[in-house]
């Protein structure tokens, strides 16, 4: 059944008319481009297409083994939870919500779906399009409220499993109110490494710039801090970053408001890492002029500054340095060739290890940067970026058992189903059987 | 190398004098008969055979699919957490420890092993054993004390994971104290179900007198209230497990002494049963007479109390039916064959979900039964029990996003290791590309 | 790509218009029902359906395992065959030669396809479908010829596999003159066996008229003989298949003309059976009357002959009661409950293995004749059938290394692609190496 | 059951006596090196580990799908074939029958196994060896015959499934024989080829000498040819190459007896080659001097021959250039960088696509060869080789349906097992059901 509807939402978000509702429909309440906003439509109705016809069913695909006698196997299930919650951001309101509360359907579960309600009005539309392809009403309940009144849901209901996309400190007060029951995909400050080979530098570039600054950086991919191998400084690359970061414009919302910093919060971090030695500004930290974005809101050029790699692990630095700003900012840095067990040591502090991108075709260092990292959505190659994830291959942060995944069948199956055994064990019993003694 | 170290300690333990040692040492610490305390060293060492030769690097497989252009293709991994520490109990001092610390070596991690101080001796033989095999000596750290000191230290030392086998209580608290990066398997008041088609009396009797008196009602597995269809309770089947239960004694520990409750609690709790209107004792409700154990433990006769079903539904018994008694106990109850609901309704106010059997080749009945339930480990068909797990299938709970799983590839792949995603990117680049605009 | 035309061509074989047009042109050239025909689109868009999205590119999952040192992976890829051949016949003119090309296709080959040149308009309108949903021209050779041709085709082109579904006959020439390098699904003399628990009699009975004589006997899973437990024969089954089978009429095509056998080879079989000691005609067993069906094809009454079945084992009329008759035509036989070991000979004599149906909700009966059978597709349980599989599960025989399947990722995946492995092991090289002696 | 027996005869090869023994058995029958012997002995003793414990019982793994309605589930199993062959050749008379003769048993078959008279009395030993561990000795039928009788055994006793390991040309009469039913896995003229950048040369120069000449060339993946890229003609590896085919010699069996191929037969290709314009000889081109060898084997020293690219690819030259000599002879070559496309077209023209190595650390050079060939087992990077695959992947061609593997549990379920599907449908049926009408 949840087949037929997927292939039918599908269908219907593929139609220009209801896309383009739903992209301006995105763009009325998160600040990103047309571009991107009908990326995150698309991407949303590729999902659902990955889930027509019987691959919903396919998902709940079992396994069996044979015992250790005549009519004894045992069958390994994905079970579903039952009652369950889905917490959505701002950022993304149709993609998150929409592919996690599939999944938790998918594999038998009855969510309860809350989306941040500055955006919620976009998956309120997308539920109203469900029920018309044919999902029932009562299968999902969507809940509009503040953080606080839902906390308080969540620990009155105990649901058996509450998935959270969002900060990292709402992300730990759940878990500790829910003692664990919880899957996570929390923010990240996630890094970018070129490696010694360079190559395609315009390429490199544009990647750079659309990593760290598309949808002014407020995705939870967002590239925070770049580790160039030395002879990337000696390239033009950095020159083309500058070109490529002053293109972008309040107009076309290529750059635009910050929903969850203010200005003067990013300018005053700007403002300490250029107090460290040897730091300096490479472009930007700036505030945006002739806008009408309220201050509560953060409005700044794409900035990036640099801070040499041995003041960056500096235990005064370091937290400043890798402290996250959900917004167009990243930090610059240079390795030399000898120096690339100074960057692996810095990737290993950090708290939150969700994407990565490590630039390079020379495949020993592919290899070593890799193994020593841990990052759940790492790419690789020289075409490697840190955000832009299809809905193709998982997506989500690795080395924490409470971390969840968005996407595929996998993190479909990892999310939002457990495991169960079933043992039948029916005879015939063997021939001339007696009580054996008690043991 | 951990599959060599694992051949050759399947060997070693599959020696006679080697697993007849470990029986009588596990004796010492643990209350059980000789039977039951050798296999849980061939279990043990199954588990071992389990991961000879290439297994190891089978576990680590990882997969891939082809991405949206030449040169692009996602990976998936299971990757090694890092640091993790395993908890394990008092009543299976070798199987739980040794099954859990391998599964974390074989997926890369480095543990920190606790074992309850009242058995950890075995272990501490084992892993000179294990060093004996090639199991370089620091690859595991193996600390003996009481709880409170290692709850301090791994809220000091932050394990990306902690496993923790033991009860309940315990396991609610470490979740708190570890916000949730753990994963558990706590003891469960577990159920057993006997279907309507009666056959094989003799052989059912025994199945029930194993499940709820083995190790003196110490496993995690031990069957904790029957439901009988009407029809057994018109057999001679609980005549039968009167006799059986009759047949132990102190002298070959099928009976023996309770680590953590005492006599005085458990004749309380049946005394308790016994006032509810329509209850009445089947047999034990007893102290054990002339033995010299310790007033710290208990000491009591196999006790079966029959309790109506309809009481036991009733809010103000349900709590004092299902609290768990860690020893020689179980409810009996009896269900008509339009009570069924009632039964499944019983099921599903539990809170643990561990195993569970359900007696019966009637395939409607099981089809209703399983499909209504939740516990991870469950039994089904005439020969089903709720003890005795093999290493060759998954056991643990259902339902709960923290459970945890021991025995198969599943069970170290899902609770040891954690999902990465390596997308490769190499190009080549598409001939004559331009640098997009800006989104 | 191929995701994207599955999409399209789902969508459009959906429309109410399209699948109407198809169906109607399938009555055209192959003798069923409207519903039958209509069924045929319905599970092909189905099909479909299920590789939309990344789904195809999912087929292509690889998988890799760590090698014996740092820099060793090896990896196990399904990999095209390149040039292959896809040959279908009559009876199915849209499903089989569509859900093989689409697998043929989704693998990586490059097919030429052949379907019966009395049915290959359907597939040559399909094929004008599929180029308007994307699929570009060179993708496919479609060829209209007589087998003989197409023989000589093969033989001289040798694709380096060849898909045949088909009478046998022509199954074992082609086996021989492409030395083996074939997949094939040839017809099968199906049987059913009704185990000694009698429920839902109108049920079973309805199922028995279908399996038998829908499409008129002309699925290559039609059931040819059935097995009754003697508990059956009380009952009032066979009258109920008689009615059933009386209701058949030509007008509506619910009976049809016969393509491959006339009307004379079956009536003649029917008095050889006949003539075999204890046999006797159920019903049917005539020619039908006031049509303008000619003489070529066949064309009788849905057609039930009783034969013992200790007459059936004997080596003189083994061949003939299990000779195939493709068309409105089985045998029933009874069996005690002591003889099923006799039918389980019968079964095993038996040349092909297609599919099977044990009607049976005895969990012992259905254990002990699935494991004494080998049939590819095996029904089992009450509502076991032989015909009318959906496209969820695989379809195709068992026991012979050629045989291929239909439908599912596994069926595609095991008859378009072969495994390849590569090999990573790119060093670094151990510090210190050494040329080594010569071995 | 037979986990056991694997544990048991894994555990007794390896013990040093027995290995020991095996080698030297080895040794007596088969011209190989105490080294080579030793390792095929210790491949064997791998493979069996593997296969202790429960991995015998995973390898039966089965899966299933929920259906349409309640009560319906397709399972999908792995079956095996039942009476089953096993052929097997001279160059490996330990480990290619018993890894095969053990997957046929794993998978359920009853096998009879040949192995080639010539050295049957390894197996014949080990087949006492796999008694003494508890395989049952009716579990498989061992005959020592020719090939012709063999073939008339095959011929009337049509077993469902034949593996064959050895030459083409027996390979192709078998498969019309037996019309198909079989699995392959023939010799090949297998390549290598040296990308553009030049490292490690040492490592490079012994590999080759090991690939080319290890056995005297007698393994199925020995190396044929080997395509240089210009950048490594400048370097010194023919010199190596010629150094380390001057180390070999007859004492140690490091170059011995060729038992298929004269020695007039190898000088007289050799003289051929030669007479191609531009060839010349870099080494060997003689007989073996000063031994005992029979004139009805060969005898020469280790030798390579280069022939210019574009002579190869030439139709007067090709198939001589690509016969397969099974003894201690490969051929040479050189490409420029754009000359990269005329050696895929040499690849893409070779009949058997057994092994191959494309020995470069280039990504996107590893990308296009790889994705134009086929070869089953294909090795990639630095350290790429084409012969020495141990058990923990799986060795076979690809490109052909007939295409058999070994030593993993991917080969063994493919070659040894099929595919069955078994669908439950046990209902309960859906309320107030009616029999519909027919179609």
Known sequence: MLGDVSTKAAHALGLPEVSDFFAKLIQRVSPKSYQQALI?????????ENFCGDQVRFLARSFAVPGNHLGQQSH????????????????????????????????????????DSKVCIVMEQMLRLLHECGLPVDDVDFINSDGKTMNKL?????????????????????????????????????????????????????????????????KCSAESILFMHENWSKSSLIDKMTELAARRKLDDLTIGPVLTVTTETMLDHAKKLLQIPGSRLLFGGEALQNHSIPKIYGAIKPTAIFV?????????????????????????????????????????????????????????????????????TTY????ARTTGAPQNHWFGPAGDPRGAGIGTP???????????????????MPLGWKVPAST
Chains 1, 2, 3, 4 share one sequence.
């Open 76 to 115: 390994g299930f994905r079970w579903p939870y039952g009652p369950v919650a889905v917490i959505a951001p701002f950022n993304f309101p149709l993609e998150i919500p929409l592919l996690q509360l599939m999944g938790a359907l998918y594999m038998g579960n009855k969510p309860v779906l809350k989306v």
């Open 40 to 48: 995150e439509v698309l991407v949303t109705q590729k999902f659902l």
């Open 410 to 428: 996998e993190a479909i199956k990892l999310v939002w189903s457990c495991h169960r055994e079933i043992i039948y064990d029916v005879g015939p």
């Open 154 to 218: 969540l620990v009155e209901a105990k649901p058996r499993m509450t998935l959270f996309t969002g900060s990292s400190r709402v992300a730990e007060k759940l878990a500790d109110d829910l003692s664990g029951r919880v899957k996570l995909e929390d923010a990240g400050f996630d890094w970018k490494i070129l490696g010694p080979d360079v190559n395609e530098v315009d390429y490199v570039a544009w990647v750079c710039d659309q990593d760290a600054y598309a949808c002014s950086g407020q």
């Open 308 to 376: 040499p790699l041995e003041e960056i692990l500096k235990d005064e630095h370091y937290p400043l340095v890798t402290k996250e700003i959900f917004g167009p900012f990243q930090v610059v840095t240079e390795y030399k060739d000898n120096q690339l067990p100074l960057v692996l040591d810095a990737l290993e502090k950090m708290h939150a290890h969700l994407t990565a991108a490590v630039v390079s075709n020379d495949i020993l260092f592919l290899q070593k940067v890799i193994g020593n990292s841990v990052n759940g």
């Open 380 to 383: 690789a190659g020289l075409r």
